[in-house]
């Protein structure tokens, strides 16, 4: 079986959940299938070695003609370089909306089944218009023509599946199928050797982190969906000896970017120990900080499920996290860490309804955890044996591959 993946992200390029995703799929799959990978940001030198098995990837630029055209129309003229590069393929499997209609196109093309992986919906990410403008319209657009068509849909959480469900009616229930997302389980461990200890130490020192005291780590693009400005609100009402370490950069906007640097100085200048790292940490410096904190926080207003939480709870961290989308299945409330209520507005956008609410009970969950370290310790063994059991890739794998073998099957 011949399976192409198409992504926005796939490394050297990754800034997100859905690329991490990817790569980590595609490594697991290359064991059982031939997996070919289709990406933005242009080709790659000889294909992308990840594990022990290569993984063949075509790379794209964004095609002549439309540099300053709107950020929707360039993305289209990728898909169809791609679409028109997947002869002799069994499967498509795009990622996003971004790679969206080259699956889309590319499956009518070759007539072969597309199946699709839901990271995120349009539908819910309203705030996009801001970064978009009228390109909101034509990426809302593929994404509904490429969910209405697929031949499978693929939903990371249970939660995201019934925001599938109720963002585009039209859809068959029964060809919307689970499969989590997954963690790789050798790269996110708290450093074991005396050799990664040192390394460790030494990016603590590097970073300005004070691995003594109790500590509060984030890990997310600036975003609406991430909810950082309720987040840092709710780290005024935290202990005075409480740090906060911000691992947050590319913002979506100016808007978000000068917002939540607003939020951050005005921080900054209250109390000490706010330590924000915007530049992008390879993983062994993030995985040092993980294992520094007491409590990794998610306080997202739209988290189909949030890999940042496998990760820090795959280190050994509990997470505190906001009940919606599918953190709830994650986090094994007051076992692994705790969810917090999050009563929202109707409106697609998420907000809280009342967003001081939410901040007070979002700094109450944490203050519980991080001046409990004997407890904090407690539920972080109990996240990395949840990661161990529920969310391992050879798995997810597996469950990806039955949904293949169902559409090809007819």
Not at 77 to 96: E, I, Q, W, Y
Not at 118 to 143: D, I, T, V
Not at 282 to 291: F, K, N, T
Request: aromatic share 6%; charged share 20%.
């Amino acid at each position: 079986m011949r399976v192409d993946l198409l992504t926005r992200e796939y490394p050297p390029h990754v800034y997100g959940g859905a690329g991490v995703h990817v790569t980590e799929l595609a490594r697991v799959l290359r064991k059982s299938v031939d997996v070919r990978v289709h990406a933005f940001d242009g080709p790659r030198l000889t294909g992308d070695t990840t594990g022990d098995v290569e993984v063949p990837v075509t790379g794209y630029d964004y095609l002549a003609g439309l540099e300053g055209a709107n950020a929707a129309l360039r993305t289209f003229g990728v898909d169809l370089a791609m679409a028109a590069n997947l002869a002799g393929t069994d499967l498509v499997h795009s990622h996003t909306w971004y790679a969206n209609l080259a699956g889309t196109v590319g499956g009518l093309l070759h007539d072969v089944p597309h199946v699709l992986s839901a990271h995120s919906l349009e539908p819910l990410r309203p705030w996009k218009a801001e970064q978009l403008g009228g390109g909101y319209a034509l990426s809302s657009w593929a994404e509904r023509t490429a969910y209405e068509g697929a031949a499978a849909v693929i939903a990371v959480s249970g939660g995201m599946r019934e925001d599938i469900l109720r963002s585009y009616p039209h859809i068959d229930a029964d060809k919307v199928r689970v499969v989590h997302n997954g963690i790789d389980l050798d790269g996110w461990r708290r450093p074991g050797t005396p050799g990664e200890e040192e390394a460790a130490a030494a990016t603590l020192a590097r970073l300005g982190i004070d691995a003594t005291r109790p500590t509060v780590v984030f890990v997310g693009r600036i975003t609406r969906q991430k909810g950082l400005p309720h987040l840092l609100r709710a780290v005024e009402q935290l202990p005075a000896e409480v740090q906060l370490v911000l691992c947050a950069g590319a913002p979506d906007t100016p808007e978000i970017a000068a917002e939540v640097t607003s939020l951050v100085e005005n921080l900054q200048d209250r109390r000490d120990g706010v330590i924000w790292i915007e530049e992008m940490l390879p993983r062994p410096e993030l995985v040092a900080v993980l294992a520094a904190g007491t409590v990794f926080v998610c306080p997202s207003v739209y988290e189909p499920l949030g890999i940042v939480n496998l990760e820090a709870m795959a280190v050994g961290l509990p997470v505190v996290g906001s009940a919606t989308g599918g953190i709830p299945e994650v986090i094994d409330d007051g076992v692994t860490g705790t969810l917090v209520p999050i009563d929202q507005v109707a409106d697609g956008t998420g907000a809280p309804v009342d967003p001081e609410t939410f901040e007070r009970d979002l700094a109450d969950a944490l203050t519980a955890v991080v001046t409990d370290p004997e407890r904090a310790a407690r539920m972080g063994v109990a996240a990395r044996q949840r990661v161990e059991d529920h969310f391992s890739w050879d798995a997810i794998a597996e469950r990806t591959l039955e949904v293949y073998r169902s559409v090809l099957r007819g």
